[in-house]
């Protein structure tokens, strides 16, 4: 079974500095879908960004990108030119190519500091 | 606008009591979905369902049971025989069969049962 790893619970940047969240998985398969959500303190879960498996490029939305690393099935994103509306739980998730199931991680809180 | 409601936002329950937690969407999805989430240990799948009259149990699904009666809603009983049912409950939407494709998810309903 695939499974999602986030090994940092708690992460924290300075306003308008870099940060990058770690997220790792592991599967057997090679088509799959990786995804990147924020949940901040409403909770509502808003898309931040995807990744096709397939795509050597990384995605980049704005001021969110992400490093696919697929050998080493890794999945950072970079957060630049941090804000304080960035503040958030990030969730880095996973989906198979051929299931609508969606595998999250437990999470990274975010805190952004002025 | 199109979305998701969940209802109500927060729900209070005795111990030993079955209770349904509301979730309707107006995207015309064909996949749904419940989460659980739970600090610490991130969203977690209770039932999926690709399409009208079938579901499919997700990693969680003891002490859960579902219907999928109409597109637009997608039901969730939390019966007596879940053990810890206090969490965070979220309901989500897809397009089924295109596997970058989101998830749409609502507000969320926070459920206690004492």
């Known amino acids: 079974a695939q499974t999602v790893t986030q090994s940092q619970p708690e992460m924290s940047v300075q306003e308008a500095e870099t940060v990058t969240l770690s997220c790792t998985y592991d599967?057997?398969?090679?088509?799959?879908?990786l995804f990147w959500y924020k949940q901040p303190p409403s909770r509502q879960m808003i898309l931040v960004i995807r990744?096709?498996?397939?795509?050597?490029q990384n995605a980049t939305e704005n001021r969110f990108s992400v490093n696919f690393q697929k050998a080493a099935k890794s999945f950072s994103l970079k957060i630049s030119d941090s804000q304080l509306g960035d503040a958030a739980m990030y969730f880095c998730?996973?989906?198979?190519?051929?299931?609508?199931?969606?595998?999250f991680g437990t999470g990274t809180r975010l805190q952004v500091f002025p | 606008d199109g979305g998701i409601t969940q209802s109500p936002k927060y729900l209070f329950r005795k111990e030993g009591q079955n209770v349904t937690l509301s979730c309707e969407q107006n995207?015309?999805?064909?996949?749904m979905y419940w989460y659980r989430q739970d600090p610490g240990q991130g969203l977690r799948l209770i039932y999926y369902?690709?399409?009208?009259?079938?579901?499919q149990k997700g990693d969680i699904a003891e002490g859960y049971s579902v219907s999928r009666e109409k597109k637009e809603s997608f039901p969730l009983t939390v019966t007596s025989a879940q053990k810890n049912p206090t969490a965070f409950y979220l309901c989500?939407?897809?397009?089924?069969?295109?596997?970058?494709?989101?998830?749409?998810f609502g507000n969320g309903t926070r459920l206690t049962v004492t």
């Open positions: 989500a939407s897809s397009i089924t069969g295109t596997g970058n494709s989101p998830l749409h």
């Open positions: 998730a996973y989906r198979s190519f051929n299931t609508d199931k969606l595998i």
């Open positions: 369902s690709q399409i009208v009259n079938d579901f």
């Open positions: 990744q096709e498996a397939y795509k050597q």
């Open positions: 599967t057997s398969e090679s088509d799959y879908y």
């Open positions: 995207l015309n999805h064909d996949a």
